[in-house]
Nanobody
Framework: QVQVVESGGDLVQPGGSLRLSCVVSASRFRVYAMNWHRQAPGKQRELGAGITTHGYPEYADFVKGRFAISRDSGENTGHLQMNDLKHEDTAVYYC?????????????WGQGTQVTVSS
C-alpha cells in the first residue's frame, strides 16, 4: 500500500517561512515526479511546484522566486521551502506523487497540510 504524508504546515506571519515535507512510503512504487498543489477556501486546487527524478524543478508564476522544491537523493522524500509568505498563500498544501508500480503508471495524493498566513 502506498502512503503519501505531508507535514510542516503551520500558522505563520506574512513575510515568514515554512518548510513542508512529503514522505512517500511504498516498497514497489518508484516515484518519478513529486508535485505540490494547493487549494484555498472556495478556490480550485492549483499546481504550485513540481520536480522529477532528474531534479528539474518547475514553478507556477505565483511562487517563483519565493518557493523552492527539492527531493532527497535516493529517497521518496520531498520538500517545499516557502519564503516571503503572503496572505494569499493560505491554503491546504497537497503532495502528489507520480510514478510506476510494476508496469503501471500511477499517482497518489496525500491528505494535505494546512498553511495559514496571518498577522
Amino acid at each position: 500500500q502506498v502512503q503519501v504524508v505531508e507535514s510542516g504546515g503551520d500558522l505563520v506571519q506574512p513575510g515568514g517561512s515554512l518548510r513542508l515535507s512529503c514522505v512517500v512510503s511504498a516498497s514497489r512504487f518508484r516515484v518519478y515526479a513529486m508535485n505540490w498543489h494547493r487549494q484555498a477556501p472556495g478556490k480550485q486546487r492549483e499546481l504550485g511546484a513540481g520536480i522529477t527524478t532528474h531534479g528539474y524543478p518547475e514553478y507556477a508564476d505565483f511562487v517563483k522566486g519565493r518557493f523552492a522544491i527539492s527531493r532527497d537523493s535516493g529517497e521518496n522524500t520531498g520538500h517545499l521551502q516557502m519564503n516571503d509568505l503572503k496572505h494569499e498563500d493560505t491554503a491546504v498544501y497537497y503532495c502528489h506523487a507520480e510514478g510506476t508500480l510494476g508496469d503501471a503508471r500511477v499517482d497518489y495524493w496525500g491528505q494535505g497540510t494546512q498553511v495559514t498566513v496571518s498577522s
